[in-house]
T-cell receptor, first 111, second 116 residues
Framework: QKEVEQDPGPLSVPEGAIVSLNCTYSNSAFQYFMWYRQYSRKGPELLMYTYSSGNKEDGRFTAQVDKSSKYISLFIRDSQPSDSATYLC???????????FGKGITLSVRP | DAGITQSPRHKVTETGTPVTLRCHQTENHRYMYWYRQDPGHGLRLIHYSYGVKDTDKGEVSDGYSVSRSKTEDFLLTLESATSSQTSVYFCAMKGGPGTGEENEQYFGPGTRLTVT
């Protein structure tokens, strides 16, 4: 079993839809969880960062962590064509640990 | 791009030639990383550095070496390029303990390398 599994996609939704992106993981030591957004031919950009379980909201984006289920989610409300990108989840056990990434899912938001 | 740049941005080279990619950061961050990104594999760690002259291997380090003689610069060298090293290479940085950015990595714009 891979340490981090992410739905491979691709995912296509109409503008205005609520998008749910998910990752599961197997390493119970992971405490720090991140979502990166990567536009085509660009570097990954840190979108959301959460520590331990719970929710974090930033504008139209909500990151959710359920450590008991080893499951993290990113919700995008009122999705826009500008949200079309690849989304990668990433997680680590602590400051001295390396990041482990999911393989990413490509989202397309249709006007 | 959060004070991190990469050069060159694109390179085409021939099999067997050495290639050096440069990563430069202006944030005085302690940790720096080199990744490669390939379809179906996602981001894979090649090497990382936790300080000047302090480096260690990642999961796909064979055929690559790194050097860090200054905090701001982290060099990745392909000693003898092969076609399997055709990829997009990303550099990343992270603050050390006590910086308030102990866990978040910030990425550069990438270098697209083609080995013919």
């Amino acid at each position: 079993q891979k340490e981090v599994e992410q739905d491979p996609g691709p995912l296509s939704v109409p503008e205005g839809a609520i998008v749910s992106l998910n990752c599961t993981y197997s390493n119970s030591a992971f405490q720090y969880f991140m979502w990166y957004r990567q536009y085509s031919r660009k570097g990954p950009e840190l979108l959301m960062y959460t520590y331990s379980s719970g929710n974090k909201e930033d504008g139209r984006f909500t990151a959710q962590v359920d450590k008991s289920s080893k499951y993290i989610s990113l919700f995008i409300r009122d999705s826009q064509p500008s949200d079309s990108a690849t989304y990668l989840c990433a997680m680590s056990a602590g400051a001295n640990s390396k990041l482990t990434f999911g393989k990413g899912i490509t989202l397309s938001v249709r006007p | 791009d959060a004070g991190i740049t990469q050069s060159p941005r694109h390179k085409v080279t021939e099999t067997g030639t050495p290639v050096t990619l440069r990563c430069h950061q202006t944030e005085n961050h302690r940790y720096m990383y080199w990744y490669r990104q390939d379809p179906g594999h996602g981001l894979r760690l090649i090497h990382y550095s936790y300080g000047v002259k302090d480096t260690d291997k990642g999961e796909v380090s064979d055929g690559y070496s790194v050097s860090r003689s200054k905090t701001e610069d982290f060099l990745l060298t392909l000693e003898s390029a092969t076609s399997s090293q055709t990829s997009v290479y990303f550099c990343a940085m992270k603050g050390g303990p006590g910086t308030g950015e102990e866990n978040e990595q910030y990425f550069g714009p990438g270098t697209r390398l083609t080995v013919t």
